[in-house]
T-cell receptor
């Protein structure tokens, strides 16, 4: 059974600081996704990582994937308040594009 | 935004009553999914469909059934609602086999079973 673990579960950070969210998964997978969710809203796709060593960047967010270590990271650079949200990683189990999600990281960026 | 509409958006129902949630897509995607979201659990897959009349169970399928009679509609039914099924339900769609294979999510249905 695939397990996906995220840490930390909650992150409070000051504006301007850098931090990393970690996503570990237990079995082989070649696709990993990062989503953002604002309170009471749907999930917004941030990144799709398709292969070992994949790195994608959008604004202050950068995601990477190490399939050998079964690890993905979401790095936040110079955080701003607008990044406050819950971030989920999800791993594709390979059949019918089913996703197994981590429990999420609630990010709070304070002034 | 992907064309996914969930209905209703909010529902309060009594224990033991049947409930049906609807997901409608305009993207003609082959795959459709129902997830539930609960604090501390992220999202968990209930059922999914890989084509008209083709469905399969997910991780937390007990107490739920689904049907897909048309490409665009995927229904989730709680035959006899229980308080443990109080949750936020998300429908998702994807077109498996393409390079990205992203799943796009609907706006969610907040279901409260009292």
């Amino acid at each position: 059974e695939l397990k996906v673990e995220q840490n930390p579960l909650f992150l409070s950070m000051q504006e301007g600081k850098n931090y990393t969210i970690y996503c570990n998964y237990s079995t082989t997978s070649d696709r990993l996704y990062w989503y953002r969710q604002d309170p009471g809203k749907s999930l917004e796709s941030l990144f799709v990582l398709l292969s070992n060593g994949a790195v994608k960047q959008e604004g202050r967010l950068m995601a990477s994937l190490d399939t050998k270590a079964r690890l993905s990271t979401l790095h936040i650079t110079a955080a701003v308040h607008d990044l406050s949200a819950t971030y989920f990683c999800a791993v594709n189990t390979g059949t019918a594009s089913k996703l197994t999600f981590g429990t999420g990281t609630r990010l709070q960026v304070t002034l | 935004d992907a064309g996914i509409t969930q209905s209703p958006r909010h529902k309060v129902t009594e224990t033991g009553t049947p409930v049906t949630l609807r997901c409608h897509q305009t993207e003609n995607h082959r795959y459709m999914y129902w997830y539930r979201q609960d604090p501390g659990h992220g999202l968990r897959l209930i059922h999914y469909s890989y084509g008209v009349k083709d469905t399969d169970k997910g991780e937390v399928s007990d107490g739920y059934s689904v049907s897909r009679s048309k490409t665009e509609d995927f229904l989730l039914t709680l035959e006899s609602a229980t308080s443990s099924q109080t949750s936020v339900y998300f429908c998702a769609i994807s077109e498996f086999g393409t390079d990205n294979t992203e799943a796009f999510f609907g706006q969610g249905t907040r279901l409260t079973v009292v």
